[in-house]
Nanobody
Framework: VQLQAYGGGLVQAGGSLRLSCAAS????????MGWFRQAPGKEREFVLG????????SYADSVKGRFSIARDNAVNTVYLQMNSLKPEDTAVYYC??????????????WGQGTQVTVSS
């Protein structure tokens, strides 16, 4: 499966942004999906994950209450809704697919990333 993330951009602190991740070459319903991010000079970190049917989610503490994840398997797309953005959310955001579970080490397929910049 090939993944393409898009929707990034520049937003002011406190604003919102929605990222999308479109899949091709396979049915998204086969995969647990996740979003990761990597800020300059930092390691890539897990942000959120969603189960195959969307019934379960996993969140990093840093985004609980502000970010949410959703999926529409009918259109092979996963979404990341980001609200109350903070400058520390600035990073390249990646979507990824896992054939197993939520564990960050299990994601095998990656999109190319989309830049999110939050200005103070």
């Amino acid at each position: 499966v090939q993944l393409q993330a898009y929707g990034g951009g520049l937003v002011q602190a406190g604003g919102s942004l929605r990222l999308s991740c479109a899949a091709s070459g396979g049915s998204l319903s086969r995969y647990v999906m996740g979003w990761f991010r990597q800020a300059p000079g930092k390691e890539r970190e897990f942000v959120l994950g969603i189960s195959r049917a969307g019934g379960s989610t996993s969140y990093a503490d840093s985004v609980k209450g502000r970010f949410s994840i959703a999926r529409d398997n009918a259109v092979n797309t996963v979404y990341l809704q980001m609200n109350s953005l903070k400058p520390e959310d600035t990073a390249v955001y990646y979507c990824a697919a896992s054939i197993q579970g939520f564990d960050p080490s299990e994601y095998r397929y990656w999109g190319q990333g989309t830049q999110v910049t939050v200005s103070s």
